[in-house]
């Protein structure tokens, strides 16, 4: 007999993980099993995916997961298939992808990487669970994420997100330092379109101590120019002083985002997520495009009341501009949903 007033182990969660072996992959998966992205009384089982090649690394990571003996994790399954990979899945954290390589153009990058997102969103929709939502990591992420969504109709546009929480943390982090303050005294700051140096870090908007940035920094030039710069091209800082892209950072990131998505915004807070257009602030509907999100927990809206001066909206068109030709150098990878 079970003893009295011992509570029922909640049921596992499965979390697909692609590009499991790499190195966001590493970074990522050992938070999930401790805990961080679910909560700690939430069992998960992992499902990691990874092409052929990385499989014997795989294993490596496999090992490693089942040498910490986490409590939380009930499970782990390394495949390359994605039938297997998304099975029951209910977050579908899309970190795989390919590398942009020597004399590579940014169309061939998303060509090849459209490749793989398309099938992997229509697994998503034959496989995983009733309440997947899918987060997409791997680069470009906004316009993989709308491939993969538009391949997969059965599933509602609103489970579909791409990162930008990093680069939201980056504008936060260094908000705080040139001001001096604790860094979750800086809020409600958007990140604007895409994941790329096109991106608008919302200053404008953002608060510091509940007071606007702008007065407490005090120095329009700086956000305009340096802050804006440093966060837009951050990617390339730390590629040129680690030798390797932002890799704990970015798990980091995923991290913070599947956190934001299931848990109600803060109070004068918003959340920095890539999401469905809907036309909200004049932008091109079907984009997937980073916007202040807040959520309840179980659906979420953007945010409304963000004001725009002529800079700002200036940001904005351009960075739609970038994904409405990202988005037609994919036309023939879009699926039914596009
Ligand atoms: P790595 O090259 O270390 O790892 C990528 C992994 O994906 C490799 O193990 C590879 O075998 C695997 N992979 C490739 N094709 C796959 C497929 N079809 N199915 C499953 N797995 C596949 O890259 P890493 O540094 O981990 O970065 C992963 C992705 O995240 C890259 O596209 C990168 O550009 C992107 N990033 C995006 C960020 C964002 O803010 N949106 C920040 C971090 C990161 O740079």
Redesign the pocket.
């Known amino acids: 007999m079970e003893p009295t007033g011992s509570p029922t182990p909640a049921r596992p969660v499965q979390v697909t993980v692609?590009?499991?072996?790499?190195?966001?992959?590493?970074a990522l998966v050992f938070r999930i099993a401790a805990g961080d992205l679910l909560g700690p009384d939430q069992p998960v089982v992992l499902r990691l995916?990874?092409?052929d090649?990385?499989m014997p690394?795989l294993e490596g990571v496999v090992m490693e997961l089942e040498d910490c003996a986490f409590p939380l994790l009930s499970g782990v399954v390394a495949t390359?298939d994605l039938d297997v990979g998304f099975e029951g899945s209910s977050w579908a954290l899309l970190?795989?992808?390919?590398?942009r390589r020597a004399g590579m153009e940014r169309s061939d990058l998303l060509g090849a990487?459209g490749a793989?997102f398309g099938p992997?969103g229509r697994a998503i929709a034959a496989h995983a669970a009733e309440d997947v939502r899918v987060l997409v990591?791997?680069?470009p992420?906004n316009t993989n994420c709308l491939i993969a969504r538009s391949n997969a109709p059965e599933v509602p546009a609103d489970r579909w997100f791409?990162?930008?929480?990093?680069?939201q943390n980056r504008a936060r982090a260094l908000l705080a330092k040139r001001s001096g303050v604790p860094v979750q005294e800086v809020t409600n700051l958007a990140i604007w379109g895409n994941?790329s140096t096109t991106q608008y870090p919302d200053f404008a908007n953002a608060r510091i101590g509940g007071r606007p940035a702008t007065e407490v920094v005090g120095d329009r030039a700086w956000l305009e120019g340096e802050f804006t710069s440093t966060v837009q091209t951050r990617?390339a800082a730390v590629i040129k002083a680690r030798g390797?892209?932002?890799?704990a950072s970015?798990a980091s990131?995923v991290v913070d985002s599947v956190r934001s998505i299931r848990l109600p915004t803060p109070e004068g807070d918003c959340a920095s997520l890539a999401v469905v257009s809907r036309g909200e602030y004049g932008v091109p509907q079907g984009l997937q495009f980073g916007f202040p999100v807040l959520t309840d927990g179980r659906s979420w809206r953007v945010a409304e009341g963000f004001v725009h001066d002529d800079f700002a909206r200036e940001r904005l068109r351009a960075t739609a501009e970038e994904l409405e030709a990202e988005r037609a150098a994919v036309k023939d990878l879009l699926g039914p949903a596009a």
């Open positions: 692609t590009g499991a072996a790499g190195q966001v992959g590493y995916v990874e092409i090649q990385a690394a390359a970190v795989g992808a390919l590398p990487n793989i992997q990591v791997g680069n992420a791409s990162l930008t929480r990093l680069d994941h990617g390797a892209s932002s890799a970015a990131a």
